[in-house]
């Protein structure tokens, strides 16, 4: 089961699933629509950039909170964690806007 | 031969007559002149080219002829229909005495009212016969009627003497009847005691003069079902009502026409929608359905072509489009997944804040 990896850090391995299962969620909607059709465009829009979003996010918040990473060195971890939580709040807004 | 009538009358004058939607009755016989078979030609029926030929039928001719080369037809093959002969049944045969003509297969807006039976054939009756006459059996046409694109009719008969008061009065005997019906006991089957000449006569001249079979359509509409007006568009899935009134003349006054195959088409390049057209018994005719999933510019069509009767091609226009954005289904069916996935990221995000902040 490819989420689960354990890499050190136990917000690494969280944000690791995230990432891995929301790539995976978006796979599996552009092979629905395939199927389907793409009549509801707009919805199928806001459901594959909600999970393309949040997994973007999710490596973001990970490159940011990182000890080892050379150019988030003066960056502390809080200010990576509130910029993580707006930038999804202004995201779901847009999703649920979007959605129709 | 004489190439007008007198005055301004000639082919093209009758023939703008006819064009006007005017009716015109053209009756002929073996003295009939170039002029008449001309206007005969360009209605669409063809006089036997030998102007010295008469119809003969040896097996079919009345007895009561004098002349005895059974030049005097007595025919009962008559075309089937009630709105131009009228519902009675003609009983008696009619007599006939004169030219046969022809009609063009292809031909679809000509009818043969009368023709001869399978032993006639067409040919002049003093000479020998050199060669089999191009005119034979039932192709012989002996009164017919056409009906113009503009619903003008004309008669178009063989022979002057079916409309003479000798042939109206005179009984008929079919010669080859007795032969044919002798095992029958009846002496009424054989031998009428008037011919059918009036009876056939006044009933199609009734129908060439439109006091029968002339439909008019009035009234047509258009609505949503549950509204009265008119809308000026429609949308997709909407479900609507449409209604039309045909009436038929009587001679001397519109009478409700009943009929139950008259037919409305939603029509854009191919009709989406053909439904069949329920009426009340009294002319209203009426039907309601969905309009189909397309949109653009529709018509409502209603084209009714029936032996007889005027043709009916009324069509009206209307668009249709497609939906609002607010007048879609609140939740889609299909986007469901989308949906799951959308609020699904949103819990994952929340549950994630939780984890990060409260995990050591």
């Given at each position: 089961f490819f989420y689960l990896v354990r890499v050190g850090h136990p917000i690494n391995y969280y944000l690791q699933f995230v990432t891995r299962f929301y790539i995976h969620f978006t796979a599996e909607q552009v092979v629905y629509m395939a199927i389907v059709?793409?009549?509801?465009f707009n919805s199928f829009l806001s459901g594959v950039l909600s999970c393309v979003g949040t997994a973007v996010l999710a490596v973001c918040l990970r490159i940011q909170v990182n000890?080892?990473?050379?150019?988030?060195?003066?960056?502390?971890p809080e200010r990576a964690f509130a910029d993580f939580v707006l930038c999804n709040m202004v995201l779901h807004l847009v999703i649920m806007n979007f959605l129709g | 031969m004489c190439l007008e009538f007198g005055g301004a009358l000639d082919v093209r004058a009758v023939l703008e007559f006819v064009d006007s939607g005017r009716d015109l009755v053209i009756a002929a016989d073996g003295s009939a002149s170039d002029l008449i078979r001309d206007i005969a030609t360009e209605c669409g029926v063809d006089f036997d080219?030998?102007?010295?030929a008469v119809v003969i039928d040896h097996t079919s001719?009345?007895?009561?002829?004098?002349?005895?080369?059974?030049?005097?037809i007595a025919s009962?093959?008559?075309?089937?229909?009630d709105v131009i002969l009228?519902?009675?049944?003609?009983?008696a045969p009619v007599l006939f005495k004169g030219i046969g003509h022809t009609l063009n297969?292809?031909?679809?807006?000509?009818?043969?009212?009368l023709s001869a039976s399978p032993s006639a054939y067409s040919t002049n009756p003093e000479t020998e016969l050199s060669?089999?006459?191009s005119l034979t059996g039932a192709?012989?046409?002996?009164v017919s009627v056409v009906q113009a694109r503009n619903n003008a009719r004309i008669l178009i008969s063989g022979?002057?003497?079916?409309?003479s008061n000798r042939f109206f009065r005179w009984g008929v005997q079919k010669a080859g009847s007795l032969e044919k019906?002798?095992?029958?006991?009846?002496?009424s089957d054989y031998r009428h005691?008037?011919?059918?000449n009036e009876q056939f006569v006044t009933e199609l001249s009734k129908w060439v003069f439109h006091e029968k079979g002339h439909l008019k359509a009035v009234n047509v509409r258009h609505h949503k079902v549950g509204e009265v007006t008119e809308p000026a568009m429609y949308r997709i899935k909407d479900d609507l009502e449409y209604s039309v009134e045909i009436y038929e003349w009587t001679g001397n006054s519109w009478e409700p026409y009943v009929s139950n195959d008259v037919q409305v088409q939603f029509y854009m390049?191919?009709?989406y929608v053909l439904k069949n057209l329920s009426t009340d018994q009294k002319g209203m005719y009426s039907t309601s359905f969905k309009v189909p999933d397309v949109y653009g510019v529709f018509q409502f069509k209603v084209e009714y072509h029936r032996l007889g009767y005027t043709s009916l091609s009324l069509s009206k226009q209307i668009p249709v489009r497609p939906f609002r954005h607010?007048?879609?289904?609140?939740?889609?069916?299909?986007a469901f997944p989308y949906y799951g996935a959308s609020f699904s990221t949103m819990a994952g995000f929340f549950i994630f804040t939780f984890v990060y902040l409260y995990s050591k």
């Open positions: 059709g793409s009549f509801p000890k080892e990473n050379k150019e988030f060195k003066d960056l502390p | 080219e030998d102007s010295e001719y009345a007895v009561l002829d004098g002349e005895g080369d059974h030049s005097l009962d093959e008559f075309i089937q229909s009228g519902s009675k049944k003609i009983e297969a292809a031909n679809s807006l000509v009818l043969k009212v060669s089999p006459p192709a012989i046409s002996l022979s002057l003497d079916l409309f019906d002798s095992w029958k006991i009846l002496v005691a008037k011919s059918g390049m191919s009709p607010n007048e879609y289904d609140r939740f889609i069916t299909t």
